[in-house]
């Protein structure tokens, strides 16, 4: 029954495929050039988005519902990173080499998408598992509340790794002193 409720959600959470990956690579791009708050208050918009919009898109639709709604969400956090890159002037369409940028952009934004497509499968994985020998649910509820609690800590700990990769290199750029900003 679960399997049919996936396929049903991953059929209308592909479409936004396209849209998270653009998403990632330009949430990196702020991230590299140290704007950190632009791309996050526009990534709190969507999710803020996705919030309001999933309850009400599984009241009317179950389990589709859920998918079209986060699809939206991605829509609407690409909409707004267009918007951005266009009033900070990063952004220039030009016809030349449209193909190759593309592709360079489907590249680079297909391994950070690999990454958690991976902790996706691990994690339905195991779910899978604790499933087959959980007959009434509770074990599986347990996973899940724990995990999202590990999820929440885990948001801090990549918040500082992925600070860090960026203030060295960029302290060494600048002849900084590199021992003292590490």
């Known amino acids: 029954k679960i399997f049919d409720y996936a396929v049903k959600y991953l059929k209308f959470r592909s479409i936004a495929f396209p849209f998270v990956l653009g998403n990632s690579v330009i949430f990196c791009v702020f991230r590299g050039m140290m704007d950190f708050n632009s791309a996050l208050v526009i990534n709190l918009k969507a999710q803020l988005f996705n919030l309001v919009a999933d309850p009400i898109f599984m009241k009317l639709y179950g389990v589709k519902g859920v998918a079209i709604a986060s699809t939206f969400s991605d829509i609407f956090c690409s909409f707004n990173y267009w918007i951005l890159l266009r009033e ?77 990769s960026i203030i060295i290199p960029n302290s060494l750029f600048n002849n900084l002193n590199v021992k003292k900003t590490s």
């Open 88 to 164: 900070k002037k990063l952004l220039k369409f030009k016809f030349l080499n449209f193909r190759k940028n593309l592709n360079k952009l489907l590249k680079n934004g297909i391994y950070v998408q690999l990454k958690c497509m991976s902790n996706n499968i691990a994690y339905f994985m195991i779910n899978r598992k604790i499933l087959s020998f959980d007959s009434i649910g509770k074990i599986s509820a347990a996973h899940i509340i724990s995990n999202k609690i590990i999820e929440l800590y885990s948001i801090l700990y990549q918040s500082l790794r992925s600070v860090s």
